[in-house]
């Protein structure tokens, strides 16, 4: 995950974010289209359909370490998912890759996310992980905090690798948190600026479910938390019998 | 590459038994626990449902249920359940229940039977710790939030029988009667003369480290050896202050009393499990670091034992106690980092805490007030250098532990305030008979005191002196009535704006400058007036109500003000925090409920009042 400044938000945006509609109809296209084994095998598998509870869906958190904000000159540094549902995270099953990233890291960012050169020499291609990442995504549905990292990412490194891009249906655990914690104010009250808005990011949404503190800048550890969070929005907020239609982005 | 799971090694390395196995198992279990989140009053096992885990819970609260439907335990941070079931028949024997929200570590069943096998004292810890549950049955004593401990008196944990000897008994029959109870500890008391007089305290550590140790006699008579100086607790007080106590005074034995009248005693071991989920457990991490780089990393701990404190309802006296404690315990460990690097030092010294965390009152935003006494041997050419550099030390590292530098200057640092005991006592000579007002105002700070490292008996001698010199410098007095005057609280407190007495409105309120800063002035002139040694709000005010110094039911009264400004401060800096937010002094109306500001508004009448009488009271001198 990458922890980024209020402000910045904006900056973060991804490429005009395909929104789909129908994501089996969008799977079957892509499985046609798609040239890559990788990416055709992938969009073969079964994506759940919209009225499917979301009790019954398996999931799979993800997060990633960037070296910056902008997917187009960034590159991941790490990916850790880790699957589950409602009622249980997987930490066995849980994945973490160190990635060499398109470009050279700089000192900041080798930093901030705890890593050693020598781990980072250590580091293998996106190509080499790719199989198993996407046999773990297939038929399971993503769940990150913020999407405009995660997918853009994904999208943008495939695209320059295998020179076809990626989108894949996930929940993102900040957008269910603005949807309930943004809102409160009227316009004008913001515009006035009387009142702090609510702050949406993982930490904090983190403690309204009270959820324990767990220290950031580690993919591993962000997943699970990513993870955690989801299991406790939808038990404050709806039920495991929620149509995943309404979340899906 | 292996994966890492932090968080969860981390927390397993906290909690017993997991705690005793070697560092590579913790890290494989880490990877091997399922996770699950239930929200509050969700239904975790039923009755007779298959189990395939054991269950330890990561926060939050689980009570499990005897058939009957009566409670059978509750559980919390760091306690587990279900064992029974998986070493029984893989069956749940009791149903459970999350009482707060909740989160779930599960171990798989073929782990803990692996564990079981390979490692005695795990199998052990399981299988006793079913049998002590079994004995106690006693809700209250197995689970410990801190909600409990701020609201459970210390006789809910009285209950080994009470062992009392006379002081004349040889410390051979002591150690009889010791076993004969299976007690740690004995009261030593007067036989002859009243019975019910609190002598001393002896322990089984007494006895290896004061007679065994020193070859003295089996027939020592107990009061020889015993500690007589006691800090005891009253039956009614809170679980959360008896375990201050013995960790600000590190005692492991605390005596309780009832009405002066002893009925038991508590033991540290008493208050183990409770510690380590309680806010305190920071004091303990705190002298487990061993650099003021690791110290620093404790501040968002700090933070959040604040935060937590406020959440379960504590009161303001516990809150500034605790994180006085913690303040406290920074400075310790600090010191003795500095001794360790630069030498024991040539001369003793005494480190001192000034102001907010001298009166146990201390918050999330505060600068370090402190200062340094000195041998009178001290000789600069010989020691400057020495002192100096352990005064450096200390103060950045409380800097980087979030105790900013103080604006003031009062800081060890500083010449001024890095003097032999001798000069200190000039110092308050000179601040008590000559006093200016305006020399006053800057050095009020330092009739809070209290000795933090060192040879803090030389702070008790200052208090004595001070004592009994201001109450008799009727000069020094009014000084600091004017002084206490100069901060007013508002005049009127409206919904959205504060009315100044000279009719400006503002938007918001410095809570510290205008209630709580200026209600403890007024407290401390009236104890320095009429003799108290006492540094703590709450406890002047005790005095002063017990030797009526202020008319009846004042002191009361100004006590409640007190304790509403204060919490009001303490909520909106938590509330600060949980929106990760610097926490300030800046309240605005807007942000409080129709309930509080009417609370508020009344606080602020008691305070103005309180301090028209002090006027009134000194006006013949001004």
């Given at each position: 995950m990458f922890y980024l400044p209020k402000e910045n938000l904006a900056l973060a945006k991804a490429e005009p974010d395909l929104v789909v509609q129908n994501w089996p109809d969008f799977f079957a296209?892509?499985?046609?289209?798609?040239?890559h084994p990788l990416l055709k095998r992938y969009y073969q598998s079964k994506v759940p359909k919209p009225n499917t509870p979301i009790g019954e869906v398996e999931l799979l958190a993800m997060d990633m370490e960037t070296t910056g904000l902008n997917a187009k000159v960034d590159g991941i540094v790490s990916i850790a998912v880790v699957p589950f549902t409602l009622a249980r995270i997987k930490v066995s099953q849980a994945r973490q890759w160190l990635l060499k990233p398109r470009y050279q890291l700089t000192e900041a960012s080798i930093k901030i996310h705890r890593l050693t050169h020598s781990e980072v020499e250590a580091a293998q291609d996106i190509t080499d992980i790719l199989p198993e990442l996407l046999a773990l995504l297939a038929g399971r549905v993503a769940v990150v905090h913020y999407r405009a990292i995660e997918r853009p990412f994904l999208h943008e490194t495939l695209l320059d690798r295998l020179g076809e891009g990626f989108h894949f249906p996930l929940f993102d655990t900040m957008a269910i948190e603005a949807q309930f914690h943004r809102k409160k104010l009227s316009w004008l009250k913001r515009l006035k600026g009387s009142r702090p808005e609510v702050s949406i990011r993982l930490a904090d949404s983190r403690r309204r479910y009270h959820l324990p503190d767990y220290r950031p800048h580690h993919a591993a550890t962000d997943a699970l938390a990513c993870a955690e969070l989801l299991q406790a929005q939808i038990a404050h907020h709806y039920s495991s019998r929620l149509p995943i239609g309404k979340l899906l982005l | 590459m292996d994966i890492e799971q932090i968080e969860i090694a981390e927390f397993l390395k906290r909690v017993a038994p997991f705690d005793a196995l070697p560092g590579e198992e913790i890290e494989q279990l880490a990877r091997q626990v399922d996770i699950a989140y239930f929200k509050a009053e969700s239904s975790i096992l039923m009755a007779e449902q298959p189990l395939s885990d054991l269950y330890i819970v990561r926060s939050g609260v689980?009570?499990?249920?005897?058939?009957t439907g009566e409670l059978y335990n509750r559980l919390s941070e760091g306690n587990f359940f279900a064992e029974q079931g998986l070493l029984r028949g893989r069956k749940a024997h009791f149903p459970a229940v999350s009482k707060s929200d909740t989160l779930l570590y599960l171990l798989p069943a073929d782990v803990f039977d692996r564990l079981f096998e390979t490692y005695e004292h795990f199998a052990?810890?399981?299988?006793?710790?079913?049998?002590?549950?079994?004995?106690?049955?006693v809700v209250s004593a197995s689970s410990g939030s801190d909600h409990?401990?701020?609201?459970?008196?210390?006789?809910?944990?009285?209950?080994?029988?009470?062992?009392?000897?006379s002081e004349r008994l040889p410390v051979s029959q002591v150690a009889q009667r010791m076993s004969e109870h299976s007690v740690s500890s004995v009261l030593v008391v007067d036989s002859e003369q009243n019975p019910q007089a609190l002598l001393g305290i002896l322990t089984d550590r007494d006895i290896r480290n004061r007679l065994v140790a020193q070859r003295l006699p089996y027939s020592t008579p107990a009061s020889d050896i015993m500690t007589t100086d006691l800090f005891t607790v009253a039956h009614d007080d809170y679980v959360f202050d008896a375990m201050l106590l013995m960790l600000r005074h590190n005692?492991?034995?605390?005596?309780?009393?009832?009405?002066?009248?002893?009925?038991?005693?508590?033991?540290?071991?008493?208050?183990?499990?409770?510690e380590a989920k309680s806010s305190l457990y920071v004091v303990s991490s705190i002298f487990r670091q061993n650099s003021v780089a690791e110290l620093a990393k404790l501040k968002a701990d700090v933070r959040a034992s604040f935060v937590r404190m406020v959440q379960q309802d504590a009161n303001s006296h516990m809150i500034g106690s605790a994180m006085a404690l913690i303040g406290r315990s920074f400075k310790q460990r600090l010191l003795e980092l500095a001794e360790e690097q630069l030498g024991p030092p040539p001369i003793p010294y005494c480190f001192i805490a000034l102001g907010s965390m001298a009166r146990e009152e201390q918050l999330i935003v505060t600068d370090q007030d402190n200062a340094m006494i000195l041998d009178d041997r001290y000789n600069e050419a010989e020691h400057g250098a020495y002192f100096l550099a352990l005064a450096q030390f200390v103060c950045d590292g409380l800097d980087a532990c979030g105790y900013p530098y103080c604006k003031g200057?009062?800081?060890?640092?500083?010449?001024?305030?890095r003097q032999p005991r001798q000069v200190w006592h000039r110092y308050f000579q000179q601040w008590i008979?000559?006093?200016?007002a305006e020399g006053l105002l800057h050095s009020s700070i330092f009739f809070d005191v209290e000795g933090v490292w060192g040879e803090q008996h030389w702070v008790s001698a200052l208090k004595r002196e001070i004592s009994g010199l201001a109450k008799t410098h009727i000069r020094f007095l009014a000084s600091m009535v004017r002084n206490a005057l100069l901060r007013t609280p508002p005049l009127g407190f409206f919904q959205d704006f504060i009315m100044e007495t000279d009719g400006r409105q503002n938007k918001t309120l410095n809570i510290k400058r205008r209630g709580t800063a200026p209600a403890a002035d007024l407290i401390r002139v009236h104890a320095l007036a009429s003799g108290c040694m006492q540094s703590n709000s709450f406890q002047r005010l005790k005095y002063l109500q017990k030797n009526a110094v202020l008319p009846k039911g004042k002191a009361e009264d100004l006590r409640d003000a007190y304790e509403l400004i204060a919490l009001t401060r303490i909520r909106h800096q938590a509330l600060a925090i949980e929106q990760g937010e610097e926490p300030d002094n800046n309240v605005a109306p807007e942000q409080l409920s129709d309930f509080e500001r009417r609370n508020l508004k009344r606080a602020f009448q008691v305070l103005s009042n309180a301090?028209?009488?002090?006027?009134?009271?000194?006006?013949?001198i001004q």
């Open positions: 296209r892509q499985h046609k289209q798609a040239q | 689980v009570e499990t249920f005897r058939r052990d810890y399981m299988e006793i710790s079913e049998v002590e549950r079994r004995q106690t049955r409990e401990l701020m609201t459970s008196p210390v006789a809910s944990l009285l209950q080994r029988k009470l062992v009392m000897v005692v492991h034995h605390l005596p309780v009393v009832n009405n002066g009248v002893p009925v038991g005693v508590i033991a540290i071991s008493d208050l183990v499990q409770h200057g009062i800081m060890a640092t500083n010449n001024k305030w008979k000559e006093p200016s301090q028209k009488y002090l006027k009134f009271k000194y006006a013949s």
